[in-house]
């Protein structure tokens, strides 16, 4: 709460009246605080900006207010992170591992990529290893095909971790604000550690792409700092952090050299089978001519999201037909629909290499450079009509 005695002009600011005190309680508590403090009004210019009212132990106050100016720098800048962190909060995973179906060799490396947290102590306290790496650490990369269980891959493990899971992509991390974007990386970290949460970044070739070069506009520095900032964050996080993408290759090498990498392929015959089995629930009214190894072997190619929203199609298709039963048919005609969609709207398109990647990179900066370059010419424009405006009013 800010104030003004309004004789002196100054303000006085009351923080950390807890927000669930009820609002009469609360006002009545500031009101006597402020009253208290202005009645010091005849020695109002013998105080300075360190006057402060403040509750706690005298040793913690002492060193409070006693710290180098470095140290409140330090805790300002906690202040700051706490406060950015408030906006990113985890929840409880919505999958496990009954309904991950993946390779058996992909769930065993998932599964041993998280062993790290049980055997922490004894490899890292016990045997002394902390001394070659004081923040050890389980960074995953999910990379693979759309659709093949990257997502439910991490909410399997934050549950079978028994911990939440903190979800954020790179469009909650970026900032139209320069500068803002690397103070949001530190934030989600500090909110990951804050509830112990299993950090889930998806979209992450987005905020993981090579760091660009030959840098001349604001706009670039500020991607470069905030990957920049997200290698750091990674390096001193002890927990487990998960990232996702279509498109690894795109990945800056120094990224790569942090993190265990597990590949999400698309699913074989036998993970097809499995995935259609997982996916008629008990509940859904199946004809009697639902034939899961047909399903398995006839379409290929799919992934396992395509099967569920196979499985919804048909389900929803013979609920507005009035039938009582989902048939056959209707499930061969729902995948294959979905398959015939996805390739024609991916007809031509496959991801850039790195030649490719570079060459439009360039050409971005380029349109980026010749857009502030027209901006600033605009500029200069008006700024000289408004000078030979003002010179025209001054002429007699």
Known sequence: MKSSDGKSGINWQIHGIPTDIPSAEAAICRSRLLRAVTELEPWIDRLNSDFAISIGEEAT??????????????????????KRAEQYQSYPPFYTFDHLIVPTEVKENLLSAVELLKVEKIVFDDWGLREIEPFPRTALNFYGPPGTGKTLAAHALAHFLNRPILVASYAEIESKFHGDGPKNVKAIFHAAERDKAVLFIDEADSLLSKRLLNVTQGSEQAINSMRSQLLICLEQFTGISIFSTNLVENYDKAFE????????????KECRYRIWRRHLVEKLPLSEDINLEQLASDVENVCGRDIKNAVIDAAVRAAREERTHVTMNDLLCS?????????SVSE????LNQDEFIEVQGKVQRMLRDNDDAEQIAAADRQGIVNQAEQSTETP
């Open 257 to 268: 050299t942090r993190i265990r990498h597990v590949c999400f392929s698309m699913p074989d």
């Open 335 to 343: 995948i294959t629909r979905i398959t015939q969609e996805r390739s």
């Open 348 to 351: 031509g398109y496959r991801p």
């Open 61 to 82: 106050l002492t060193k409070l207010y006693n710290r180098p100016e470095s140290k409140k720098n330090e805790n300002e800048e906690l202040f700051d992170t706490s």
